[in-house]
Structures are given as structure tokens and as C-alpha cells.
Nanobody
Framework: VQLQASGGGLVQPGGSLRLSCVAS????????MNWYRQAPGKQRELVAT???????NYADSVKGRFTISRDNAKNTVYLQMNSLKPEDTAAYYC??????????????WGQGTQVTVSS
């Protein structure tokens, strides 16, 4: 099983970006899907979570600006980021709890995608 993230880039303050993360491999079911971020010199922090049923939760710092969603048919999670601020600059990582067709449940990480908010 692999997670492949994409969609990062350079954006001006106030702008928007949409991140995507696709899970591939021998997958039976994907449970919670998450986005984390890590800025230079800081700990990795949880940004948003979405359950298989679509319930969501957000870090206080992104509430009202970021929206997490998923397409279960495509094994994909998205993070729509609006009203971006310089402090949102970080490497963003997708993460998911996935039960494989071997029935094993494991936690997986995608590679980071860099988001830079700067004028």
C-alpha cells in the first residue's frame, strides 16, 4: 500500500491550494484519513481528519479556512486550503489507517508536498 500526495506549491497570502492524496495497492478498506504538516524547526502537527463515514475534525488554526474531503471510490483524500497565511507554510503529509486484503490494519504515510505562502 502506498500514499501519493500532490498539489503543493507557492501561493500568495490569501490564496488557495488543493492537496490530493491517493492510496493504492491491496486495499480492503480505508478508515481515518488525515493531513499533517511540519514547518522547519517545528513538530509535525495534525491539521485535519476525516472518517470513512465523512465526519471531520480540524486544528483550531485552520478551522473555517481548510476543508478535508474524500472520495472513497477513488481512495483519495483532499485538503482544500483557502485564505492561506504565511504561517501555513510547511510540508504537508497525508496519513491513513488502511486494512489490506490480508486483513491487516496498518498506518501509512505519504511523502510530503511543500506548501509555501509568500508574497
Amino acid at each position: 500500500v502506498q500514499l501519493q500526495a500532490s498539489g503543493g506549491g507557492l501561493v500568495q497570502p490569501g490564496g488557495s491550494l488543493r492537496l490530493s492524496c491517493v492510496a493504492s495497492g491491496s486495499i480492503f478498506r480505508i478508515n481515518d484519513m488525515n493531513w499533517y504538516r511540519q514547518a522547519p524547526g517545528k513538530q509535525r502537527e495534525l491539521v485535519a481528519t476525516i472518517t470513512n463515514g465523512g465526519s471531520t475534525n480540524y486544528a483550531d488554526s485552520v478551522k473555517g479556512r481548510f476543508t478535508i474531503s474524500r472520495d472513497n471510490a477513488k481512495n483519495t483524500v483532499y485538503l482544500q486550503m483557502n485564505s492561506l497565511k504565511p504561517e501555513d507554510t510547511a510540508a504537508y503529509y497525508c496519513n491513513a489507517d488502511i486494512r489490506g486484503r490480508n486483513w491487516r490494519l496498518n498506518n501509512y504515510w505519504g511523502q510530503g508536498t511543500q506548501v509555501t505562502v509568500s508574497s
